[in-house]
């Protein structure tokens, strides 16, 4: 870590990283072979890829073999190391924290459905903040990014959770500029004095 209370977030696009699949795990190609187009399949390796090498990068260790852990809804984990990854439209972003950490990333593209979705999902107080694309989508990542921290994924208490304060149950939420047309945001579950937020090395 650049600083022991800093949380350190890389962001990169897909097109700007090599395809090779070498650093990943047995089960991690199983996975891939399983999506139905191409396309897919390579926007995970590239996406897994990343992430093992930024770990390694952290961890001072050879990327392929770093074996994770997961927790009940499927989030991948390493002892002594709090990490959370999101991607959209081609996107990746990536935090490393000292801490439980969620992060989430949302391309901002027009919906029919906005206000319904709003409704449905939404507490009373985020309801009132959304008139447009741009302000649905902050919140929508804003509420991903608490419960990627919590670990809790998608939930009956949805519109319990409201984001937009500084914090919601003890997880400090932040907004992110990383492109534009996208919104982003960042879960904390601890005290930190800084976020450091820039393209991974060799991307521009």
Same mark, same amino acid.
């Given at each position: 870590m650049?600083?022991?209370?800093? %949380? *350190? %977030? ?13 650093? /990943?795990? &047995? #089960? @991690?190609? *199983? ?10 399949r ?13 770990l390694?990068?952290? /961890?001072?260790? #050879? &990327?392929e ?6 927790? &009940?809804?499927?989030? $991948?984990? /390493?002892p ?5 990854a ?9 935090a490393? =924290?000292?801490? %439980? ?8 593209? $027009?919906?029919e459905?906005m ?5 449905r999902?939404?507490s $009373?107080? @985020?309801?009132? /903040? %959304?008139?447009? +694309? ?9 509420k @991903? ?10 939930s009956?208490?949805l519109?319990?959770? #409201?984001v937009?304060? +500084?914090?919601? @149950?003890?997880?400090?939420?932040? #907004?992110?500029?990383?492109? $534009?047309?996208?919104?982003? =945001?960042?879960?904390? *579950?601890g ?7 820039? &393209? ?5």
């Amino acid at each position: 870590m650049k600083s022991a209370d800093a %949380v *350190q %977030v890389y962001h990169a696009r897909v097109t700007d990283l090599p395809l090779d699949s070498t650093t /990943l795990s &047995p #089960d @991690e190609r *199983q996975r891939a072979a399983r999506f139905k187009f191409d396309r897919d399949r390579e926007n995970f390796i590239v996406r897994r890829v990343l992430l093992r090498k930024i770990l390694g990068h952290y /961890l001072k260790m #050879d &990327p392929e073999k770093i074996i994770f852990k997961y927790g &009940p809804n499927g989030k $991948p984990e /390493l002892p002594g190391l709090h990490f959370n990854a999101s991607h959209s439209n081609g996107h990746i972003l990536i935090a490393i =924290a000292p801490c %439980v950490v969620g992060v989430d990333l949302e391309y901002i593209r $027009p919906m029919e459905d906005m206000e319904q979705i709003a409704k449905r999902f939404f507490s $009373p107080p @985020e309801r009132l /903040l %959304v008139k447009d +694309a741009a302000s649905f989508f902050r919140i929508w990542s804003r509420k @991903e990014a608490f419960l990627k921290t919590t670990g809790e994924g998608l939930s009956d208490r949805l519109t319990k959770i #409201d984001v937009t304060g +500084a914090s919601f @149950e003890g997880i400090h939420l932040h #907004d992110l500029s990383i492109a $534009p047309d996208f919104s982003a =945001a960042l879960g904390v *579950q601890g005290a930190i004095t800084k976020i450091i937020c820039e &393209p991974w090395p060799g991307v521009r």
